[in-house]
């Protein structure tokens, strides 16, 4: 090498954390269909073949894209104003989906190809975080499990249904919600085209937290002395 010629860049040094990282800002960026191997060798400047070191196939990628993003979801589960917590995470939850929407997917649908114990344990730790703060709070084992299930069945509801809009075609929804209610039978269909002003003003948080609330209505009434489980 000449002297006083620049020293060649040294590529950054290959991790989990770095594969897994590049692979959620691929799928961010393009959807889940474009994550392979290959592609993703091509955006770390890498042989497809040395990715293998890192995740053994295109599965375990997709489970550590889970866990990463599950990561960033804070949960304290030992915190005495459990209703505050829990909505708390559910806006938490919300806040996530709406950064990764295409990874949505692997966090709602994913886990039911999977048995339990097989799944990574970083997609487990928010089901065990919700649990110990429900069992916390006075819940048994038992109702803390029913709740969870409730719980998230109405968070990942709420989000699928959020999501639409950004994921399918935004600029469509908007009109087809906006205008098409309004062309409705009136006879066949009285209560949609009633609400047709409140649904175009569709509010992602303001309607979860609603649902949140009348969650948690029903929740407090059943650790109430005296009522049945």
């Known amino acids: 090498m000449p002297s006083g010629a620049p020293a060649p860049k040294r590529r950054e040094r290959l991790t989990r954390e770095i594969v897994l990282a590049a692979a959620l800002r691929l799928v961010d960026a393009e959807g889940l269909e474009a994550l392979t191997m290959r592609r993703l060798g091509k955006v770390l400047d890498r042989d497809a073949m040395a990715l293998y070191r890192y995740a053994p196939n295109r599965a375990a990628l997709l489970d550590g894209i889970s ?34 929407p295409h990874v949505v997917p ?50 990942y509801g709420h989000i699928l249904n959020e999501l639409q809009e950004h994921i399918v075609d935004p600029e469509e929804n908007e009109a087809i919600l906006r205008l098409g209610l309004h062309r409705l039978p009136p006879k066949e269909f009285p209560q949609l085209r009633n609400l047709a002003s409140v649904l175009a003003d569709y509010d992602g948080a303001e309607e979860l937290d609603q649902g949140i609330t009348i969650l948690l209505a029903g929740l407090e009434e059943r650790l109430r002395p005296g009522t049945a489980p």
């Open 67 to 100: 866990e990463m993003v599950l990561q960033e979801l804070v949960i304290e589960p030992v915190d005495v104003d459990w209703q505050s917590q829990l909505r708390k995470v559910a806006h938490g939850f919300r806040h996530l989906a709406l950064a990764h």
């Open 106 to 155: 692997l966090l709602v649908t994913r886990p039911l190809s999977t048995p339990l114990g097989l799944r990574p344990l970083g997609t487990l730790r928010p089901l065990e975080q919700i649990l110990a703060l429900l069992i916390h709070a006075g819940f048994t084992p038992e109702s803390a499990l029913h709740i969870y299930r409730a719980y998230y069945g109405y968070i």
